[in-house]
């Protein structure tokens, strides 16, 4: 019987999608297995987060908060959350890649001597974990177990859906061990960038542009599409290097990772570090007057035509269906 934690991330009160998608899925496990499904929070106020988890299948949620949980701190964090798992030793720790999780994740296996995989798209359970993650750049899968009797798992955003099952979660407090505590660094202030107006590891449509909008005066085209779409707005390294576009907006393998229910690649050719930032995609459009680019060979639908016509003509599409 397993029990399964979920780290439950929030920035300046902002509680993280993926926290939801991961309780979903843990909550699965736990149904057909037996155990349950513990969120865990840290910060001043967890009534929003355990009403949300237990909606989405927690059986219970752990708080900690105090000064040194006000913001984040990856080594306040990875202790409080090391000493969480110390406490109440659950079979598997389940924590976003997102740059916070990415940070957090290994800090805490390394505390705990255990297993740490990275990034994760998939979880199953049968006697023991074993967990599916891409690699080669997304070309190819590997399936995981590990000898540890704890592991701390990266789960991709968007990988698992989101399930809503009306139940509550109680709340409970538990001993961080961070009050009093000298850090070695202290965080003085966050600087958000300029990006998107949506997230974009964890949108649900991402619609993105390269090399084939010509030049950053036209990267509007992409933001209009994803506007109507309510969609997240991407890029590909080469105008990220050209400088046409923030590198916030960069999709590929030294980028961000995304894992949308759609994803819209506008005048991209299809570069390999561009398909291992984004492979994952549950539906992929391609758009490309090449029709011998290799991002149409990855893509479920693809338009081959000139991107300047193709899309003014369905953001007004779209604009007209949605009004």
Known sequence: MPNIAVFIEQRD????????QMISEARKITDANGGEVWGVFLGADATEATAAAGNHGAHKVFTAGG????????????????????????DLLMIGSTAMGK??????????????????????????????RPIFAGKCFTDLT????????????????????GGSATAEAFDAGVDGIELKAVVKSIEASSGGKVELTE????????????????????????????????ASRAIVDAEWVDYSHQVGQTGKTVGPNLYIAAGISGAIQH???????????????????????VADYGIAADLFNVLPALTDEIGKLKS
């Open 13 to 20: 009160g902002a509680l993280k999608k993926v926290a939801w």
């Open 67 to 90: 000064d040194n949980l006000a913001t984040y701190n990856s080594e306040a964090w990875g202790a409080a959350l090391a000493n969480f798992c110390k406490i109440n030793n659950p």
């Open 103 to 132: 940070d957090l994740g290994p800090k805490v296996a390394a505390k705990l001597d255990c297993a740490c995989i990275s990034d994760a798209v998939g979880l199953s359970f049968d006697g023991g974990f074993e967990y599916r």
């Open 146 to 165: 590990t000898s540890t009797s704890m592991t701390v798992v990266g789960i991709r955003p968007n990988a698992f859906m989101l399930n809503e099952m």
């Open 203 to 234: 949108a649900e449509v991402v619609v993105s542009g390269g090399r084939g909008i010509k030049g950053p005066e036209n990267y509007e085209l992409i933001e209009k599409l994803a506007d109507v779409l309510g969609a997240a707005a991407g």
């Open 275 to 297: 398909l291992a930032g984004m492979s994952s995609s549950k539906c992929i459009v391609a758009i490309n007057k090449d029709a011998n680019a290799p991002i149409f060979k």
